[in-house]
């Protein structure tokens, strides 16, 4: 990085702490880090599927095309990473998650989502973040579609926790009256992930 985009990079820094939008411990970066367990999925759309299950009235699977052709809007959100960097201001356009929930009846007492990605891995989450107006299932980020190795073709984005909770390859979510953690929760991950109070590691 040169010596003036460094010299940008800590003006934004310290107007961002300074309006308070800079996370405890976490430094802003102008670039967008890749960062995943296990190798990048193959995208099929002739295969690619949306489930959602568990606590809904009737199991729920939608198409690439299906899923695709919901409403769409844009969400301007900060991205607050575990490895301690924050990138903000991301432009994203996507799917609201509280337009998927439009498709199925819930069942009383659903209260934490299991959120189900390729590969099997998973991401647990409070129904009540992801039903936040600002959390939706994204195919663009800041005007382009999303690559690969950023969560491509769809990634849940979920800015008022950590980014791990923003979970790449996305393929559906299961509703439970109780909180399953998930991939890197069950590795020593914080359950919530709450970066506004460093909730990064378990205390278990």
């Known amino acids: 990085m040169s010596l003036f985009s460094d010299g940008r990079r800590r003006e934004l820094e310290n107007k961002a702490r300074a309006e308070g939008r800079l ?30 299950s568990g606590l809904v009235d009737a199991p729920l699977r939608l198409s ?7 409403p769409q809007r844009e969400v301007t959100s900060d991205f607050h990473c575990v490895t301690r960097w ?51 299932f994204a195919f663009d980020h800041d005007g382009e579609p999303l690559t690969a190795e950023h969560g491509g073709p769809v990634r849940l984005i979920v800015p008022q926790l950590y980014a791990w909770k923003s979970v790449k390859w996305v393929r559906g979510f299961t509703l439970l009256d109780h909180d399953q953690l998930g991939f890197w929760e069950r590795h020593g991950y914080h359950e919530y992930g709450d970066p506004w109070k460093e909730q990064r590691f ?3």
């Open 86 to 136: 924050s990138r903000l201001n991301n432009q994203w356009k996507g799917v609201l998650f509280t337009e998927v929930m439009k498709l199925v009846s819930v069942k009383t007492g659903a209260r934490f989502a299991l959120v189900l990605a390729e590969e099997g891995y998973t991401a647990n989450v409070p129904l009540e973040d992801l039903l936040r107006p600002d959390v939706l």
């Open 64 to 70: 690439w095309e299906e899923f695709r052709g919901l």
């Open 202 to 204: 378990s205390s278990s």
């Open 23 to 52: 996370p405890p411990g976490q430094s802003l970066t102008l670039k967008w880090p890749v960062l995943h367990a296990g190798e990048v999925p193959h995208f099929d759309a002739a295969k690619w599927d949306f489930k959602i």
